[in-house]
């Protein structure tokens, strides 16, 4: 089965700083995506950014960035220049390329602090 | 972009009555739509998948029979809470998936509170 695990439950990290949160996955598969979403008070589900695992070059949007490692089979998620509006709960999540289901790991929530 | 209505946001309602969660997307087909529930401070847990004028194919532990999903277009899928209990009481999000382009449109959620 494949899991997706969130080891820090919360992270918290000062206005304009660097923070990068962790996601590791566990699969057989090796085609696949992943995908970090935002979760902000207001309970909307925002896609951050996707990642395709066949593609080496890590994907980025603007301030946010990740680390693909497929061997290693972990996916954090880079925040530059952090923002009060990125306080939120981060989700991490995994789909195989061939299902629809998405697997959720169990969220971080960051704190942005002035 | 996309967008996925789901109403209503929030209800409140007795103990033994049913209640209707709709998700409608907006601007795009939605082939398949998915339903979590979400505990508070928790990760969203997938409750059933529904693809268009098929039956809805549901995770185990989901009761059938309580969770009655219906996907009669491309645009509408709607969650019946049937008999609802206290314990049924929390957060509700529908998620659609574009036809179109591959990827997730999530609704704002439901608060379900059952008193």
């Known amino acids: 089965a494949q899991t997706v695990t969130q080891s820090q439950p919360e992270m918290s990290v000062q206005e304009a700083e660097t923070v990068t949160l962790s996601c590791t996955y566990d699969?057989?598969?090796?085609?696949?995506?992943l995908f970090w979403y935002k979760q902000p008070p207001s309970r909307q589900m925002i896609l951050v950014i996707r990642?395709?695992?066949?593609?080496?070059q890590n994907a980025t949007e603007n301030r946010f960035s990740v680390n693909f490692q497929k061997a290693a089979k972990s996916f954090s998620l880079k925040i530059s220049d952090s923002q009060l509006g990125d306080a939120a709960m981060y989700f991490c999540?995994?789909?195989?390329?061939?299902?629809?289901?998405?697997?959720f790991g169990t969220g971080t929530r960051l704190q942005v602090t002035l | 972009g996309a967008v996925v209505s789901q109403h209503p946001s929030r209800v409140i309602c007795k103990s033994g009555t049913s209640v209707k969660i709709e998700c409608r997307s907006l601007?795009?087909?939605?082939?398949?739509m998915f339903w979590y529930r979400q505990f508070p401070k928790q990760s969203l847990m997938l409750m059933a998948t529904?693809?268009?004028?098929?039956?809805?194919?549901?995770e185990q532990g989901v009761e059938k029979d309580k969770f009655l999903i219906n996907h009669a277009s491309l645009t509408l899928s709607t969650l019946t809470v049937a008999s609802a209990h206290p314990e049924d009481s929390s957060f509700y999000i529908c998620?659609?998936?574009?036809?179109?382009?591959?990827?997730?449109?999530f609704g704002s959620g439901t608060r379900l509170t059952v008193v």
């Open positions: 998620s659609a998936r574009d036809r179109g382009y591959d990827g997730y449109t």
């Open positions: 601007d795009f087909q939605a082939t398949t």
């Open positions: 529904s693809n268009e004028g098929s039956k809805a194919t549901y």
């Open positions: 999540a995994y789909r195989p390329r061939t299902a629809s289901k998405l697997t």
């Open positions: 699969t057989s598969e090796s085609d696949y995506y």
């Open positions: 990642q395709e695992a066949y593609k080496q």
